[in-house]
């Protein structure tokens, strides 16, 4: 043969198919890959968001609303027989120990030392009161000794007993009436009413 494909030595001429169909077939693939990638992100993204096929989404979710009882427990208090109160005077008010042990005594507390307030705290309570005991009695003795002397200041000391102090201080008139004091004792047993999103 001559001209253009004229064999010389032992070189053939190579007869190659066109390449458009196999870029055809490469694009194809890759236009298949990349919308079934995206459609898997999609469902990916949606489950997130609606939480999967537990539920449609939140907005069809029923409000439970939790109960009374479920969101706080009725608080235990010790009752007044239980609470040994030691009464002190702290001002120059004679006498008045003495009235302040019985009184709490027919309220039903059961009453330990009477006397005057030690030096460290005579004449140095300015308000009606000051409750003082050990740490236990913050969250016992003390919410149900305050219903009697509403404001009374506490503190706690390093004491181990469960005996509580009652000082006198200098602005003492009186106890709560009985009613009432019983009336803010109920309110510290009943449970607080947590606040409702329902």
């Known amino acids: 043969m001559g001209g253009k494909y004229r064999i010389t030595g032992n070189t053939y001429p190579r007869m190659r198919r066109p390449r458009r169909r196999r870029k055809l077939v490469l694009s194809v693939t890759a236009a298949v890959v990349a919308l079934g990638l995206a459609g898997w992100g999609t469902l990916q993204i949606v489950d997130v968001f609606t939480g999967g096929n537990k ?28 609470i040994k109160v030691n009464i002190y005077n702290a001002t120059p008010r004679s006498g008045l120990a003495k009235a302040a042990a019985d009184e709490l005594k027919k309220r039903g507390f059961a009453i330990g030392k009477v006397d005057n307030a030690p030096a460290a705290y005579d004449k140095k309570v300015p308000g009606a009161g000051m409750l003082l005991g050990g740490p236990a009695a913050m969250n016992g003795s003390f919410p149900v000794l305050a219903t009697q002397l509403p404001g009374a200041a506490q503190k706690t000391d390093a004491r181990r007993t469960a005996d509580v102090d009652l000082i006198i201080g200098t602005k003492f008139k009186a106890f709560s009436t009985p009613a009432a004091a019983a009336t803010a004792l109920t309110a510290l047993t009943k449970p607080a009413p947590a606040p409702s999103s329902c």
């Open 55 to 82: 539920q449609a989404n939140a907005a069809d979710r029923p409000k439970v609303c939790p109960s009374p009882s479920a969101t706080a427990a009725a608080k235990v208090l010790p009752k007044p027989a239980a």
